[in-house]
């Protein structure tokens, strides 16, 4: 099956480029509400799953033990910019642990954000593992390894009692057995599993809704939610899509990027969620696709995040990133109710 184009990039008065994608919007029991493309073709979600990798942290009482809070569990459920405050809270959760940044195995990374790696450099700083975009996550799957008096050394290892935990947690949230067939390892060394993109919309429409996740779960769900929309600048960043629509309409949506075209959401009063993914992988894409459809779902989304206009460097408009009129008439028949 080949994907409709979604996406397209103009020059002038021309299409450049194009972007072929999936998109899916699903209740909690799997019923679509809006399907384009193959969803049944397993994805990785990677980044888009942080909030499923952040359970051990309040599961095992790590966050409780070491006086974790908002400010953490968002970091940890991030993909942030490596601004200062950012790096300031991993490395303030490493100083907690009492172990350092050679205990993180995503390793250093310049800053995510651009207005971040301009700081850094004044500052004549260099990049380190706080850093890395998923440093909060790495540092809280170190303290789920404290808390359960697991090694730290190996904590990304699939076998390891973190990403078992993880691992257990996303079978029983999606009802998928994920099989060795289906993991891989992501691109801060954790390993990272695939599910179709059908799956992955309905796992988002559970955890906004709760349905079917026992209560001490759903508490703790809710918990992680909570401390995002408190905190939406550690999930992303200024200016980021995540941070900017959360902060406008917290409690109404969740929101999460994901590496390689992946878009993923909730929105708690409709319970429904979201999950898209560009199949050449481009960012520009999906940040280009996600936002005409949160605004289809919520109208008060409408103008958060500004279409991409693609400029020279002296500031003249040499093109444009939009959306097909094909899938604006896709979004067109969608419905909540």
């Not at 409709?4 to 899916?24: A, D, N, W």
């Not at 974790?68 to 993909?79: P, R």
């Not at 490395?91 to 995510?112: F, I, K, N, V, W």
């Not at 909730?266 to 969620?273: F, N, Q, T």
């Amino acid at each position: 099956m080949t994907n409709p184009i979604l996406v397209e990039v103009t020059r002038g008065s021309l299409v450049e480029s194009f972007h072929r994608g999936t998109v899916v919007v699903t209740g909690a029991t799997g019923h679509h509400l809006l399907a384009i493309g193959d969803i049944s073709r397993p994805v990785f979600p990677r980044s888009a799953l942080k909030l499923i990798q952040t359970l051990p942290l309040i599961e095992t009482g790590a966050a409780e033990r070491f006086g974790f809070g908002d400010a953490e569990i968002a970091l940890a459920c991030g993909s942030h910019a490596g601004g200062e405050r950012h790096a300031a809270i991993a490395r303030a959760m490493l100083a907690t642990l009492h172990l350092d940044e050679s205990c993180l195995a995503c390793g250093p990374a310049e800053p995510q954000g651009y207005k971040a790696r301009q700081e850094l450099t004044a500052r004549g700083g260099r990049p380190t593992a706080f850093h890395h975009n998923c440093s909060g996550k790495h540092a809280a799957m170190l303290a789920a390894s404290l808390a359960t008096d697991s090694p730290t050394a190996t904590y990304t290892d699939p076998t390891h009692p973190v990403q078992r935990h993880i691992h257990a947690a996303l079978s029983q949230l999606t009802n998928a057995p994920l099989a060795t067939d289906v993991c891989g390892i992501d691109g801060c060394c954790v390993p990272a599993w695939a599910m179709p993109l059908e799956t992955l919309a309905r796992l988002f429409a559970r955890i906004v809704t709760g349905h079917g996740i026992e209560p001490a779960r759903r508490a703790v769900m809710d918990a992680i939610l909570a401390a995002c929309w408190a905190q939406p600048d550690l999930v992303a960043g200024p200016g980021r899509a995540d941070t900017v629509v959360m902060a406008a309409l917290p409690r109404r949506i969740y929101m999460k990027t994901g590496a390689e075209g992946v878009y993923c959401g909730a929105l708690p009063e409709l319970g429904v969620g979201f999950a898209l993914k560009m199949d050449d992988g481009a960012t520009r894409a999906s940040a280009a696709a996600v936002m005409p459809l949160i605004e289809r779902l919520i109208p008060e989304a409408h103008g958060l995040v500004k279409r991409s206009i693609l400029k020279t460097p002296l500031g003249q408009t040499a093109g444009t990133i939009r959306t097909t009129r094909d899938y604006e008439a896709a979004l067109a028949t969608l419905k909540t109710c």
